[in-house]
């Protein structure tokens, strides 16, 4: 009977939404995700239906209107950039899954610690299935401490960056 049911679920799932970055699909409304915690107007901690086991916790961007625009894990914190930079052993099987990434300049969380071409942040752009616009792996500090994030950014991304809730004249 177990096998029936799970038949069933398995049928019922869409199978681009069983290989989506961590189970959740682009424009895939946050009402059917287990939200944590919100904060602020888009970004809901999240519980994913398909947790990885580098990542201890997962921010969804999403609007009412446009749904999940990017989903981001992140790692446990480090006390040094080294250490959370050697935990970047997903980087290898992104490389395998996605090919060649660029190095793109730090965002305005990451410390200034680059050393080395290889330390800064990678992204994947172009060709990527699951409706996503662009992937990053970068190493963020924030109190002294050091986390890896992964983030994944769906092809609507623009449409939730540019969306103003209702009432909000000024977009402030």
Known sequence: MKY???CLTLALVPSNAQ?????ITEGQSI?????QERFGEKSFVISPPRPNSNFSEYVAIAT????VCAVIGRTNSFSTFRDAYAKQSVLTKLLSKYGKSTAVRPGERAPLVYTTPNDLPRQWKGQLPYGLDSITIETVGE??????????????????????????????
């Not at 290989?19 to 189970?23: E, Q, S, T, V």
């Not at 009402?31 to 939200?35: A, E, G, I, Y």
């Not at 050091?146 to 000024?170: H, M, R, S």
């Open 31 to 35: 009402k059917s995700l287990k939200v």
């Open 143 to 172: 109190n002294k401490r050091f986390v890896v994030e992964l983030a994944y950014f769906y092809n609507n991304i623009t449409k939730c960056q540019n969306w103003v809730p209702k009432g909000d004249k000024e977009g402030l």
């Open 64 to 67: 009412p209107l446009h749904g």
């Open 19 to 23: 290989a989506a970055p961590f189970g």
């Open 4 to 6: 029936v049911y799970l």
